[in-house]
Structure formats: structure tokens, C-alpha cells
């Protein structure tokens, strides 16, 4: 083409490049848009008279619609997109001059037909919405095949529910387009004109089909937008549904507790206490040595001493000391009776609670705390540890921490244990937070902050 233009006046001659020849040309040549140009070009067809300026202005039309929609539907959001085929649809019964365009879809097994989105000028049957099968099962089976169906044109002898159509509703002429995703018929685009007959040239067809393609994928990316969201919204149901169903289990686990703590306090030791009074009974009456009285005194001791664990163990179970003298007076007798007992020693530093503490936050802590002792006495090898219950701002700070062997936090999550996994689930109940800092050889600390307000959502 040419490349030095030679401007002589507004209705230039143009230079070819080599030099050879000069031709006048229709158009200006200043330095205008490319878009500007391309009108004039076509302006300046029409005006010469030339036969192939209509389908030239046509043609452009369709190129600038199909680029529009191309580029409108690449960024379009899942709920825009139905509204976005409608108002496409629309476009392009405009452009081309027909009378209806639709959408439909066959369903996953191709068994049904459906039009999905339609648009048609006024005055002109909307497309049907009923099973396309049903209605004209030969041009549905041509296209779940593949094939373009120009009604009536293509339509076999036997057709005769689609010839019916056309003659009661007065389609001249139909094509459709059948649209493929990865090698399947998934539907097709349709163009119909009614009363007259306006032919759609077969150049245009791949434009046409682009077309559809463009509206299928966007339908395909909508479906899979709301598969995702779907899923997402069953896994926060399961989510919400374990969570509700760990708080009930841990809620059963503490009236279970709490019975059986019953049980030990008001039967067992009420048992071994009459069973020591007996023993002291039998005591008295052997000869004042020999080797009777000296297995009964060991009786009676370990009677005492089994009394004593089973009030203990009853006071782990439930810790009706956290109701009756709160959580600071709960935790140092929990860490006061460890030390007691040679389990371990530990260090215990309390403040003084602004306030009486949500009852929930307050079993969490003392909970917490019992598992972490209970770990620090089991798995650090140590046997120290430090137990601190600090108010910070709005929150509860809870702190249990021992020098001893240490763990990696990270691969606590594959063994069978369920002491920290529950105190996490715990700490979640109550909108709290809990750290665990861990590392092998350099001990260990749980810190949980809880909320001192009880959140009313909780
Ligand atoms: N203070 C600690 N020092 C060293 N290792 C610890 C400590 N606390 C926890 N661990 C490690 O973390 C693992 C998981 O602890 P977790 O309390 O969840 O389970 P568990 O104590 O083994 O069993 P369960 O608590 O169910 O009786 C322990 O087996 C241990 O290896
Ligand atoms: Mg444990």
C-alpha cells in the first residue's frame, strides 16, 4: 500500500512508495483517526455509488458489535451476566435488521432443549420456553448433532411440528447455530425473521457462532462461579454445624463430669469416710501391738489417703470451687495441690479480677490451664512450671509455661491427642485466643487471651 502521501487538496492524490504512479483517492488524507477514516471510506463508498457499500457498512457494524461484546463479557460478574446475553441479543437483532435472537441450552445429557434468553422486536412471538424437544424434536436432534438448521430450508419432509410453527406464527426464516464447549454441543444461537425473509449470508456464520461462543462461556463461567459459591456456602453450614456440635459435645462432657464429681463427693468419700470410723473402731479394740494393728494402721491410712484422692480427683472433675471462690482462688489451689502432691511445682501469679468474670471464660481458663499442667507433668520431662493470670486491657491473660523438653507445634495436629486441639475448640466457644510456642529443647508456653465482656453473639 502506499506510505508517502502526497496532500494536495482536501480530495488527495496518493503517492505509491516506489514513486511509480500517482492515484486519486476518495478519501482526505490529513492525519486523522483510523476510525474517522474507515467512515469516510465507507461514506465516500456510498457516495460513488459503489454496489458493495451496504454490505461493507453492515459488515463494519457487526465487526464493531462483535468486538464490544467480545471485550463487555470478559470482565463481566456472575450476576451480570444474564442481563448482559439479553441486552446482546438485543444488539444484535438491531444490527443484523431481524426480528428475534435467542439462546437455548441442552442439558448435560442432551436430552432437553431450553431457550435460556431471547429478545425480539414488538409484535413478535417471544421464543418458546417449553422443551424444545418436545416441541420440534427433528431440528433439536439436527442440532444436538452439529448440524446449521436454516428453517425451513434445511428441515426434512417429516419436520412437520417445525413447519407448523413457522406457518402459525409466521417465521420466514430461522438459522441456528449449534455452539460447542470442549468438543460437545452444549446449544445454540438462533436469528429469525418474521413476515419477510431476511437471509443471513453464510460468510457471517463464523461472526455468528463467535458470538455464541462468547455468551456460552460466559454462561459457563457464571455456572461455575455459583457451583463455587455453593460449596463454599456448605462448607461454612459443616463448619458452623462442627463447631455447634463440639460445644454441645464439650458441654455434655462437663455435666458428665460434673454427675460424676456428685457422685464420688456425695457417695464414695461418704463410703470410705464410714469405712475409716470402722477401721479407727477395730482399731481400738486389738491388744495395743502386734501385727494386726499394724496392717489396720496401715489400712486406715491408706484409706485416708485414697479418700483424699477421690476428693481431689472429684475437684478436677468438677471444680465447684470455681463457683463458689472463682477462677484466681481455683487456679492456685489446682497448681497449690500439684505441688502438694510431688506432681510438679509451680509458680503461680494472680491479680485481682476487675470483675466477676463470664462463667464460660472462667471454666475455659481453669480448663486450660488443668490440660497444660497435666502435659507439662506428662510429656516436658521438667518439673516445673508457672502459671500466671493477668488482666490486659479488655482481656484475660492466661499463661502456663515450663522449660522442659518442648514439641514442634506444627505436628501435634497428626498425633492422637486431643488435650490441645480441645483447649483450641474451647477457646474458640468463648471468642478467645489461643498461642501455643513451642520448639524441641526449649520448653514450652500456652498463652490464651479471653474476652472479659460476654459478646452478645457468642
Ligand atoms: N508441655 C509440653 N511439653 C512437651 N510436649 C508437649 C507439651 N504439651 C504437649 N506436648 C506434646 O504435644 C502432644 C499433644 O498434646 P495433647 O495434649 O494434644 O495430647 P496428649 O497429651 O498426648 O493426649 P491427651 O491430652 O488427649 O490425653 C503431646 O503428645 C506431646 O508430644
Ligand atoms: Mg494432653
Known amino acids: 500500500m502506499t506510505d508517502a502521501r502526497t496532500k494536495k487538496s482536501q480530495t488527495a492524490e496518493v503517492t505509491d512508495s516506489n514513486g511509480d504512479g500517482v492515484f486519486p483517492c476518495p478519501l482526505p488524507t490529513s492525519g486523522r483517526p483510523v476510525r474517522s477514516l474507515d467512515q469516510d471510506l465507507r461514506q465516500g463508498l456510498a457516495k460513488a455509488g459503489c454496489p458493495l457499500a451496504p454490505s461493507v457498512e453492515e459488515r463494519v457494524q457487526f465487526e464493531t458489535l462483535l468486538s464490544e461484546l467480545s471485550s463487555r463479557f470478559v470482565n463481566l460478574t456472575a450476576n451480570e451476566v444474564d442481563s448482559q446475553i439479553e441486552a446482546g441479543l438485543r444488539r444484535i437483532v438491531e444490527c443484523l435488521g431481524i426480528d428475534r435472537s435467542g439462546f437455548g441450552e441442552l442439558s448435560a445429557n442432551g436430552r432437553q432443549f431450553f431457550v435460556t434468553h431471547s429478545y425480539q422486536v414488538p409484535g413478535v412471538p417471544p421464543a418458546p420456553r417449553q422443551d424444545l424437544f418436545s416441541l420440534f424434536p427433528i431440528y433439536s436432534e439436527m442440532i444436538r448433532q452439529g448440524k446449521v438448521v436454516r428453517v425451513p430450508d434445511d428441515l426434512p419432509a417429516e419436520a412437520t411440528a417445525e413447519r407448523e410453527y413457522c406457518r402459525r406464527v409466521g417465521l420466514k426464516f430461522n438459522l441456528t447455530i449449534p455452539l460447542t464447549l470442549m468438543g460437545s454441543v452444549v446449544g445454540g444461537i438462533g436469528f429469525a425473521s418474521f413476515g419477510s425473509r431476511r437471509e443471513l449470508p453464510d460468510e457471517l456464520l463464523p461472526r455468528l457462532r463467535l458470538l455464541g461462543d462468547v455468551f456460552s462461556n460466559a454462561l459457563a463461567r457464571k455456572r461455575a462461579d455459583e ?232
Not at 241 to 257: G, K, N
Not at 335 to 340: K, M
Not at 352 to 364: E, F, G, K, R, S
Not at 423 to 444: C, D, F, I, N
Open 227 to 458: 457451583a463455587l459459591r455453593d460449596r463454599e456456602q456448605m462448607l461454612q453450614v459443616s463448619q458452623t454445624q462442627l463447631r455447634d456440635l463440639a460445644a454441645r459435645l464439650l458441654h455434655a462432657q462437663e455435666q458428665e463430669r460434673r454427675r460424676i464429681a456428685r457422685e464420688m463427693h456425695d457417695d464414695w468419700t461418704q463410703r470410705l469416710a464410714v469405712l475409716g470410723i470402722d477401721v479407727a473402731r477395730l482399731e481400738r479394740q486389738l491388744a495395743p501391738s502386734g501385727a494386726a494393728l499394724e496392717l489396720i494402721e496401715t489400712i486406715r491410712k491408706e484409706l485416708v489417703s485414697l479418700s483424699e484422692d477421690v476428693h481431689g480427683l472429684s475437684r478436677q472433675l468438677h471444680p465447684a470451687i470455681l463457683d463458689d471462690l472463682g477462677l484466681v482462688e481455683a487456679l492456685r489451689s489446682e497448681c497449690a495441690s500439684l505441688s502438694r502432691r510431688g506432681v510438679l511445682r509451680v509458680e503461680y501469679v494472680s491479680q485481682l479480677l476487675p470483675h466477676p468474670i463470664p462463667h464460660d471464660a472462667a471454666l475455659c481458663a481453669y480448663r486450660i490451664a488443668q490440660e497444660s499442667l497435666r502435659n507439662v507433668a506428662r510429656h516436658s520431662g521438667g518439673r516445673e512450671a508457672a502459671v500466671s493470670l493477668l488482666v490486659d486491657a479488655d482481656e484475660l491473660l492466661l499463661r502456663i509455661q515450663d522449660w522442659g523438653a518442648g514439641f514442634d507445634p506444627r505436628t501435634v495436629h497428626h498425633g492422637p491427642g486431643l488435650g490441645l486441639s480441645s483447649m483450641a475448640e474451647r477457646v474458640k466457644l468463648v471468642q478467645g485466643k489461643l498461642a501455643v510456642r513451642s520448639a524441641p529443647g526449649e520448653g514450652t508456653t500456652i498463652e490464651v487471651r479471653l474476652p472479659l465482656v460476654e459478646n452478645p453473639s457468642a
